[in-house]
């Protein structure tokens, strides 16, 4: 078996992760968010209303660093966070009007990214592609 670095699994993913992940940043930048924003606001447009560490969880952030977008996120007024009615220590995050508006946009920018990364790969591959990640995400836990 070929033990070389391109041909790990590991290495792969991270190549093209990066290279993913600076495209997509790349066409965000003109609206003024990064691909981390970009995720969260995403997850919030899908769930409004998380708390701080559900969302943090869900996005695979640790609190220092969801802390960090979040409050990027609100000085640009694209979130808001207000004190949970049952737990006034825990803060829900809802998107804003402003928030909810720009991530429409964002979503066209997201599936153009998308759309050209998957050139050339049909759609039964991507799903092939999609459960073999899968398993090596449940493998790994």
């Known amino acids: 078996m070929d033990q070389t670095l391109e041909n790990s699994v590991g ?8 290279r993913y ?5 790349r066409r965000l930048k003109p609206y003024g968010v990064t691909p981390e924003q970009w995720v969260t606001l995403h997850r919030l447009r899908e769930q409004d209303g ?3 560490k559900e969302l943090a969880d869900q996005i695979f952030k640790d609190q220092p660093t969801i802390t960090r977008i ?6 640009k007024q694209l979130i808001r966070r207000s004190a949970s009615p049952e737990d006034r220590r825990v803060f829900r995050v809802h998107l804003t009007d402003q928030g909810r508006h720009l991530q429409e946009q964002l979503m066209a920018v997201s599936q153009q990214v998308r759309e050209e990364a ?5 759609e039964r591959e ?3 592609l999609k459960a073999t990640l899968n398993k090596i995400w449940s493998n790994l836990a």
């Not at 979040?70 to 000085?75: A, N, V």
């Open 11 to 18: 290495f792969i993913m991270t190549r093209t992760t990066l």
């Open 21 to 25: 992940k600076n495209e997509l940043g």
């Open 50 to 52: 998380l708390t701080q």
């Open 70 to 75: 979040l409050d990027k996120l609100e000085q």
């Open 118 to 122: 998957g050139q050339g790969i049909t």
């Open 126 to 128: 991507l799903t092939a």
